[in-house]
Structure formats: structure tokens, C-alpha cells
T-cell receptor
């Protein structure tokens, strides 16, 4: 059974550009959550999608957005990149939206903004 | 703001010993608790998931949950050098949102 797949694995972007990251959850999983991990702030929740609906959103500016498609794949977009957006971006896949469910992470996308 | 607290460590244990990692959380209504292992430069790997009071064992790992005292712990028996990593405790909130602690660095010395 394939795990959570994130693409691309590495990205280098210039300040002011925008970027789109992709996450394919484990087959059958309907919930996808996104996290930002930095050395200073640790793992911070960005947002979660379940059945194409955003159910929860973290404390990030509107430059961070996402969506989920009918096949449960999700994308995350960051516009007008800032140096501080350099981080490891992780998505997590869960089977249900009930809460009492395991959450599995993908390998992450390491974004560097220069 | 709901919080999850962990001792940052590093926690050093000799090979073969039991490593004990602890975590406290602020929201008494929290239901689901997770332990992840993260090697440097890698993504978090799910080690244990627990939602009922008491112990849950999986191989060398045992998670212990005490909702009355609002703490969850992870015991690693027969620690190996390959267990050296950062261990992240997380609590799940509404909408499958995981709130993470800062993580405990574990070093197992051979």
C-alpha cells in the first residue's frame, strides 16, 4: 500500500514568487492536513481538508491557501514568497474526519526562498 | 491556545536501557494522542496512537495515557542506537488538527 506522496521534494524559489505543493494521500484516506516545520517554531498546522472542504485553519496569513480535489489529492499554494517561508512543508493523511484516527505524514517538501 | 509540553532534552540512555519520554497537555477535553519519531532531515513517522486511558504496547514501545493528570508518556524498551531521534508528542483537535510539542531529543549510547 503506497504511503503519502508529496511533490516536489525540494524547491528553490525567489522572494515574491509563488509556489504550489502537491500531496497525494494514502488510498482511501479522505482527510489531508498541511503543516509547516521550522527550527524556531516547530510543527505548525496550516489547514485541513476533508471531502474537498476546508474544516480547520491555522494562524497563517492569507498568502497560504489550499484546496482538495475529488480524488482527495490536495494542493497548497503560497503566494508572494518571503524569506521566512523557507521551511519543510508536510502533509498528513487520515482515513476519516472523526479525530480518533491515525495520521501519517509524507516525506515533505523542503522549500528554500532566496 | 492549547498547548503540548515536552522536555526538550537531550535525554541520554545507554543501549539496552528503557527510555522514558513524557508529555503534558493543557486541554482536558483532548481525545487522541500521538507519538512520532523524526530523524534529522526526515518527516515524522507515527510510532504510537492512543485514545484510551492506560497502556498500549507495540513491540518495544509502550504508550501510557492518563487523562485525569493530562499526561501521556512513551517507553522504549531495550533502546538501540537507531532509536536516537527527536520524539514528538501530539494531540489531535477538531478537524484532524495535530498540536505538537517541541519534541524531545533522545540519544542512545552504545
Amino acid at each position: 500500500k503506497a504511503g503519502v506522496t508529496q511533490t516536489p521534494r525540494y524547491l528553490i524559489k525567489t522572494r515574491g514568487q509563488q509556489v504550489t505543493l502537491s500531496c497525494s494521500p494514502i488510498s482511501g484516506h479522505r482527510s489531508v492536513s498541511w503543516y509547516q516545520q521550522t527550527p524556531g517554531q516547530g510543527l505548525q498546522f496550516l489547514f485541513e481538508y476533508f471531502s474537498e472542504t476546508q474544516r480547520n485553519k491555522g494562524n497563517f496569513p492569507g498568502r497560504f491557501s489550499g484546496r482538495q480535489f475529488s480524488n482527495s489529492r490536495s494542493e497548497m499554494n503560497v503566494s508572494t514568497l518571503e524569506l521566512g517561508d523557507s521551511a519543510l512543508y508536510l502533509c498528513a493523511s487520515s482515513w476519516t474526519g472523526s479525530g480518533n484516527t491515525e495520521a501519517f505524514f509524507g516525506q515533505g517538501t523542503r522549500l528554500t526562498v532566496v | 491556545q492549547k498547548e503540548v509540553e515536552q522536555n526538550s532534552g537531550p535525554l541520554s540512555v545507554p543501549e539496552g536501557a528503557i527510555a522514558s519520554l513524557n508529555c503534558t497537555y493543557s486541554d482536558r477535553g483532548s481525545q487522541s494522542f500521538f507519538w512520532y519519531r523524526q530523524y534529522s532531515g526526515k518527516s515524522p513517522e507515527l510510532i504510537m496512537f492512543i485514545y484510551s486511558n492506560g497502556d498500549k504496547e507495540d513491540g518495544r514501545f509502550t504508550a501510557q495515557l492518563n487523562k485525569a493528570s493530562q499526561y501521556v508518556s512513551l517507553l522504549i524498551r531495550d533502546s538501540q542506537p537507531s532509536d536516537s531521534a527527536t520524539y514528538l508528542c501530539a494531540v489531535m483537535e477538531y478537524g484532524n488538527k495535530l498540536v505538537f510539542g517541541a519534541g524531545t531529543i533522545l540519544r542512545v549510547k552504545s
